[in-house]
């Protein structure tokens, strides 16, 4: 750990921390089965009725939803969890906000935490909005009065002042995570944790907690933790992630190459795409197939400001056509639109095979890892498109910083995006 990091304030330390599950069990049909599965826990070893491929996690009737996690986490930082499906992701918040103990390990915490695991976690359904967020005060340990203070911040925050003393069991979800966050961010709370709740509010809603979020950890001093799939708002808020796989911390850096782990984009980095193979498609009447993508001038996609991007596309038709067009969409490393570059529809293909090339500028994307997926199609006299192939991840390529890039050496895309406009004109 660098110097930096030893002179900050600790807000949370786990160390060797693990978390076993047991399983329940069902009978393997038939009693030879039951007794072979027995003898085999007795003496620690695979149960031979398990099938293959089961999650190595899996230790006889036991899981290990965390396998030795070693982790510091602090004061006023924004810690990004990042990781699949079953990564262990929830488990640890549940750990840190002891809705569970861990089964192996020390979990230090220096400050009050503040959770929502879920859509109305700590909520009472019985009990009004305004008398829950009483007994959240109350579990931190404020006084009535140091609730009552803050109780006008949370209800006009929360958006829900019409239905504050209406049983929160009657609350919609959107309206739920509204109270719920609004009490977690406004009650005294040094460290704040946040699941993939948040995902069930509106955009509005979502902004408006991202904002809070970053205010509390940059303005306030308090920790915030926060899980998402959203890698657009993990960069917006966050300044360092963690990865987790199969219950233990694969990658702990700087948020773009902790997605970048996670996305693992660099394998999209091809200098030929077969596409040749039958894909799936919701095309009925599909005259174009795109078969291979090559890039040409290049023996690996890498660009700079001013370069432009050829690649050859050889694809077969079913029939001559005068009207076909070509459009690439790039997309980020996580898959979120950025820009769309489309042909004019006069590609002649005949009936057979083909070949196209085409450019791509790339003067005004931003540097960074992007992914294409290109599109065939065909416009009619009236204007109507019909589409005849798309290749999801069609080929990827990298934009490497210049020192010509508007005179910044590191482009952030959380904070300034993946267009990089021309310099301004002064006058």
């Given at each position: 750990?660098?110097?930096?990091?030893?002179?900050?304030?600790?807000a949370?330390q786990?160390?060797?921390?693990?978390?076993?599950?047991?399983?329940?069990?069902?009978?393997?049909?038939?009693?030879q089965?039951?007794?072979?599965?027995?003898?085999?826990?007795?003496?620690?070893?695979?149960?031979?009725?398990?099938?293959?491929?089961?999650?190595?996690?899996?230790?006889?009737?036991?899981?290990?939803?965390?396998?030795?996690?070693?982790?510091?986490?602090?004061?006023?930082?924004?810690?990004?969890?990042?990781?699949?499906?079953?990564?262990?992701?929830?488990?640890?918040?549940?750990l840190?906000?002891?809705?569970?103990?861990?089964?192996?390990g020390?979990?230090?915490?220096?400050?009050?935490?503040?959770?929502?695991?879920?859509?109305?976690?700590?909520?009472?359904?019985?009990?009004?909005?305004?008398?829950?967020?009483?007994?959240?005060?109350?579990i931190l340990?404020?006084?009535?009065?140091?609730?009552?203070a803050?109780?006008?911040?949370?209800i006009?925050?929360?958006?829900v002042?019409?239905?504050?003393?209406?049983?929160?069991?009657?609350?919609?979800?959107?309206?739920?995570?509204?109270?719920?966050?609004?009490?977690?961010?406004?009650?005294?709370?040094?460290i704040?944790?946040m699941?993939?709740?948040?995902a069930?509010?509106d955009?509005?809603f979502?902004?408006?907690?991202?904002?809070?979020?970053?205010?509390?950890a940059?303005?306030?001093g308090?920790?915030?933790?926060?899980?998402?799939?959203?890698?657009?708002?993990?960069?917006q808020?966050?300044?360092?992630?963690?990865?987790?796989?199969?219950?233990?911390?694969?990658?702990?850096?700087?948020?773009?190459?902790?997605?970048?782990?996670?996305m693992?984009?660099?394998?999209?980095?091809?200098?030929?795409?077969?596409?040749?193979?039958?894909?799936?498609?919701?095309?009925?009447d599909?005259?174009?197939?795109?078969?291979?993508v090559t890039?040409?001038?290049?023996?690996?996609?890498?660009?700079?400001t001013?370069?432009?991007?050829?690649?050859?596309?050889?694809?077969?038709?079913?029939?001559?056509?005068?009207?076909?067009?070509?459009?690439?969409?790039v997309?980020?490393?996580?898959?979120?639109?950025?820009?769309?570059?489309?042909?004019?529809?006069?590609?002649?293909?005949?009936?057979?095979?083909n070949?196209?090339?085409?450019?791509?500028?790339?003067?005004?994307?931003?540097?960074?890892?992007?992914?294409?997926?290109l599109?065939?199609?065909?416009?009619?006299?009236?204007?109507?498109?019909?589409?005849?192939?798309?290749?999801?991840?069609c080929?990827?390529?990298?934009?490497?910083?210049?020192?010509?890039?508007?005179?910044r050496?590191?482009?952030?895309h959380?904070?300034?995006?993946?267009?990089?406009?021309?310099?301004?004109?002064?006058?």
């Amino acid at each position: 750990m660098s110097n930096k990091n030893e002179d900050r304030e600790v807000a949370v330390q786990l160390s060797g921390v693990k978390k076993m599950y047991k399983l329940g069990q069902i009978g393997g049909g038939t009693l030879q089965g039951d007794i072979q599965s027995w003898w085999a826990r007795v003496r620690h070893k695979e149960d031979p009725n398990t099938k293959i491929g089961t999650d190595q996690r899996l230790i006889g009737q036991t899981f290990m939803a965390l396998n030795g996690i070693d982790l510091t986490i602090y004061k006023g930082e924004a810690l990004g969890i990042i990781g699949g499906n079953g990564a262990g992701k929830s488990t640890l918040l549940k750990l840190l906000s002891r809705v569970t103990a861990p089964t192996a390990g020390e979990i230090d915490i220096y400050g009050r935490i503040a959770s929502m695991l879920e859509v109305g976690t700590g909520f009472n359904g019985e009990m009004t909005g305004r008398e829950n967020v009483y007994m959240n005060g109350a579990i931190l340990g404020m006084t009535k009065a140091e609730i009552d203070a803050k109780m006008e911040d949370i209800i006009e925050f929360s958006e829900v002042r019409e239905f504050i003393d209406t049983p929160v069991k009657r609350y919609s979800s959107g309206m739920y995570v509204k109270l719920a966050f609004s009490v977690a961010a406004h009650l005294d709370s040094e460290i704040m944790i946040m699941d993939e709740v948040l995902a069930v509010g509106d955009m509005a809603f979502q902004k408006k907690c991202l904002d809070k979020m970053r205010d509390a950890a940059k303005k306030q001093g308090r920790t915030v933790l926060y899980v998402s799939h959203n890698m657009n708002t993990i960069r917006q808020l966050c300044d360092r992630c963690v990865v987790l796989n199969q219950g233990k911390v694969v990658f702990e850096g700087g948020v773009e190459e902790s997605i970048s782990m996670y996305m693992n984009s660099s394998k999209s980095l091809a200098v030929v795409n077969d596409c040749s193979g039958e894909r799936k498609s919701k095309f009925t009447d599909k005259k174009i197939h795109i078969d291979t993508v090559t890039f040409v001038g290049t023996d690996f996609p890498v660009y700079q400001t001013g370069d432009t991007i050829h690649v050859k596309v050889d694809y077969n038709s079913k029939e001559n056509m005068s009207n076909l067009a070509m459009r690439m969409t790039v997309l980020s490393p996580d898959k979120n639109a950025v820009g769309l570059a489309s042909s004019r529809p006069c590609i002649v293909a005949t009936e057979g095979e083909n070949t196209t090339t085409l450019s791509l500028a790339l003067d005004w994307l931003a540097p960074g890892k992007y992914i294409v997926k290109l599109t065939a199609y065909s416009v009619n006299e009236f204007g109507m498109n019909q589409m005849h192939d798309i290749v999801e991840d069609c080929f990827a390529f990298e934009k490497v910083q210049t020192l010509n890039d508007n005179n910044r050496m590191n482009w952030n895309h959380s904070w300034w995006g993946y267009i990089m406009f021309p310099e301004l004109e002064v006058k």
